[in-house]
């Protein structure tokens, strides 16, 4: 049963910074690329970040450059994403997804390329 669990997710202020974790389990991690995705409400789930299998890709939305880093320990079989320098509009549910295999730079942010989810968790930014 291949399980993506995320967490680290709450409430902050602009500027503060948070970081996100997927734990991964029940498929072989080491082949996984695995993204961030996040979905605000009444906006289509959009691409975030992602990070290759072997750790020698990463891909940002523009709108995160500079921002957010994301990294892997494939010996914890998690991901994580560093964000920094929050805005209000990085408020939403974040979701990491996972597959096997590589995608491309205009590839890695279609959610239809993405067979295993978490659950989400909750970043809201707000004074």
């Known amino acids: 049963q291949v399980q993506l669990v995320e967490s680290g997710g709450g409430l902050v202020q602009p500027g503060d910074s948070l970081r996100l974790s997927c734990v991964v389990s029940g498929v072989p991690f080491d082949y996984c690329g695995i993204a961030w995705f996040r979905q605000a409400p009444g906006k289509e789930r959009e691409g975030v970040s992602w990070?290759?299998?072997?750790?020698?890709?990463?891909y940002y939305a523009d709108s995160v450059k500079g921002r957010f880093t994301v990294t892997r320990d494939n010996a914890e079989k998690m991901v994580s994403l560093q964000m920094s320098g929050l805005k209000p509009e990085d408020t939403a549910v974040y979701y990491c997804a996972a597959r096997i295999g590589v995608l491309s730079s205009d590839r890695w942010s279609h959610r239809e390329n993405y067979v295993y989810w978490g659950q989400g968790t909750q970043v809201t930014v707000s004074s």
């Open positions: 990070i290759s299998s072997n750790d020698e890709g990463t």
